[in-house]
């Protein structure tokens, strides 16, 4: 069963840097890739960024936005992702939720992550303002 629990929110100063945290169960990481998303206030849910499945090469992307700015990682366990915000701005803020892209182990088009997620988590409210 799928399930996520998603940490590391709160409020930053333009500029700074945050560490979100994905927990994973399932065996998520094993069979799909996973999804970093953001929902601003008055906007619809968007993905931000993307990492393949442990068994794939693992490979990452980014939403232009974010890219150059964000790191997503996973650990060798199988049971974490993070998400690694550097240089954040005030549009960086919103609720931040991690989903895995079923049936897809290698990631699609930033712009089309939106169709795979079945399962949310609570989500984590990141903040930035000085």
């Known amino acids: 069963q799928l399930q996520f629990v998603e940490s590391g929110g709160g409020l930053v100063q333009p500029g700074g840097s945050l560490r979100l945290s994905c927990a994973v169960s399932g065996f998520a990481l094993d069979k799909y890739a996973i999804g970093w998303f953001r929902q601003a206030p008055g906007k619809e849910r968007e993905g931000v960024s993307c990492?393949?499945?442990?068994?794939?090469?693992?490979?990452?992307d980014y939403a232009g936005p974010v890219k150059g700015r964000f790191t997503i990682s996973r650990d060798t366990a199988g049971t974490t992702v993070w998400l690694q915000m550097n240089s954040v701005n005030p549009e960086d803020t919103g609720h931040y939720y991690c989903?895995?892209?079923?049936?897809?182990?290698?990631?699609?088009?930033?712009?089309?992550?939106?169709?795979?997620?079945?399962?949310w988590g609570q989500g984590t409210l990141v903040t930035v303002s000085s």
């Open positions: 989903a895995a892209l079923v049936g897809l182990q290698i990631c699609p088009f930033i712009s089309q992550m939106w169709r795979y997620p079945e399962v």
């Open positions: 990492i393949s499945s442990r068994i794939t090469n693992g490979g990452t």
